[in-house]
């Protein structure tokens, strides 16, 4: 991580498999984000004890619900969202909470467009 940041990268992203809270303690900071695509609400809230942003799935939303009053979270990132995931989200969360993020492995040009249209609500 040293030599990343002595080359100009402003934070890391930990993609974990699973949720290790000693990892977290070791490892949580400004710099480091963590990210975990398989969890349920005990995980996510164990993250919440080490960091508050969070990347959800619509899928998500509800655990992230019955969390809120038990945990600030300064930040969620909805991962792939729809409008109506969105619409949702927006419920719970003031908009300037919310950001919209999506994680590609392949070609992924029209994906990150497709991502921006899916990420605008016309009223």
């Not at 949720?19 to 303690?25: A, K, P, Q, R």
């Not at 480091?32 to 969890?39: E, G, L, R, V, Y």
């Not at 038990?70 to 991962?79: A, C, G, H, V």
Request: with cysteine; proline share 2%; hydrophobic share 40%.
């Amino acid at each position: 991580m040293r030599a990343m940041r002595d080359s100009g990268i402003a934070g890391h992203v930990l993609h974990c498999d699973r949720i290790v809270e000693h990892e977290l303690e070791t490892l949580a900071g400004k710099k480091a984000f963590f990210f975990s695509c398989d969890h349920d609400e005990e995980g996510l809230a164990t993250l919440l004890e080490y960091q508050r942003v969070l990347a959800v799935t619509k899928k998500d939303i509800p655990l992230v619900e019955g969390l809120i009053e038990e945990y600030e979270i300064n930040r969620i990132i909805l991962l792939d969202p729809d409008a109506r995931a969105l619409m949702a989200l927006l419920q719970i969360r003031d908009p300037d909470q919310v950001s919209m993020g999506g994680y590609c492995t392949s070609t992924c040009d029209r994906y990150w467009r497709d991502l921006v249209d899916a990420s605008t609500i016309v009223r």
